[in-house]
């Protein structure tokens, strides 16, 4: 140790560490840097790593440094972070050249190291500190461009962050994300730049059948700190699209039918309301169901309309009677086969029951009668018979 210290009196050795001590401003030069590895060979010891330095691009932390030149043999390293004031192992007896400390938390400051080793030998620790959301690099954000008629529309993706979920960007980290957006015509020099705070962005008016290129970075205006830009995107423009006349009168026509159709349901909605309401609040008359069901037979509505005589102009109807049961005195009176007849004038006509009919000669028929014409038949005496209004079924 004396020996070195009279070759170089600004190097001493203090507890087996070497320490470089710089007594005057002309002791060493910046070319005498390079002198340091082979006074450590000199004095056998293993030398520090060198250029150490953090590379951390969207919060993906490597330690990365260079390995000094040591004739002996290959040197490893172990890496180191402090947590809680104690030093944790990252990395150990590597032979790489640099350690991943993306595992870190992404706020407050961190203190990292590395040291060479070699056998049961080793160097100093090179420590360095960093915070990781100050400084992180910002990564270039992905985009997709579409050309539309004389447009560029643009969707921009921020970047993931390291060691979380597909759905974690870098905008979840930075409330303030914007992205800093540069278009310019292929292969001219001036460029238009333009900032958005979404992931959508519409570049207009642009001229027709033109190829422009766009390129995209991350910006946070809180921090005035910009990111990587991303590859450049070109993609060329359309001619300006314009509906024609006649497109136009389509949608208008097409319009006016819907609105017309529109109109008529609606219309008609309202009618049928108007008729269900009609119905349940004044119902109509109907006929007693025994008249219905005999109606509804298909033997008897045929007899019906075959039975009556054609119309006239002179001839008189009378009221119709409807008797349903036979009357005690046409019970006991089988022979007659006419009900009491009503007043003169009157003429109804009467409906005879079932046992009349058939003691008259009819076989399950029903006989309508007229009565005002019988009664001009009593009066009248024996003569030809008279045309009557009679129903047979």
Known sequence: MEMAGRLLPGVRARRGVLDMVILGGNLFEEKSCKLFPFIFTALGMVPPPETVRINSVNFKNILQWES??????NLTFTAQYQSYRKFQDMCTNTSLKECDFSSLSKYGDHTLRVRAEFASEHSDWVNIT???????????????????????????????????????????????????????????????????????????????WTTYCVQVQGFLP???????????VCEQTAKAETAPSWMA??????SVCLAFLF????????????????????????L?????????????????????????????????SVITQASESSRQNPGDGRSPRTPPGQGPIE????????????????LLLSASEGDRGSSQGPGPPEPTSALEL
């Open 68 to 73: 000094p030149a040591f004739p002996k043999g």
């Open 130 to 208: 960093f915070c990781p959301v100050d400084d992180t690099i910002l990564g270039p954000p992905g985009m997709q461009v579409e050309a539309l008629a004389n447009s560029l529309h643009m969707r921009f993706l921020a970047p993931n962050i390291e060691n979380e979920p597909e759905t974690w960007t870098m905008r979840n980290i930075y409330n303030s994300w914007a992205y800093n957006v540069q278009y310019w015509k292929n292969g001219s020099d001036e460029k238009c730049s333009i900032t958005c705070q979404y992931d959508f962005e519409v570049l207009r008016d642009l001229e027709p």
């Open 222 to 232: 809180d921090r005035n700190k910009t990111g990587e830009w991303s590859e450049p």
């Open 249 to 254: 009168i389509v949608v208008l026509a097409g």
């Open 263 to 286: 109109l008529l349901g609606f219309f008609a909605l309202l009618w049928c309301v108007y008729k269900k309401t009609k119905s349940a609040f004044s119902p109509g008359n109907s």
């Open 288 to 320: 007693p169901q025994h008249l219905k069901e005999f109606l509804g037979c298909p033997h008897h509505s045929r007899l019906l309309v075959f039975s009556f005589p054609l119309s006239e102009e002179n001839e008189v109807f009378d009221k119709l």
């Open 351 to 366: 409906l005879a029951s079932p046992e009349d009919a058939h003691s008259a000669g009819y076989d399950n028929t029903l």
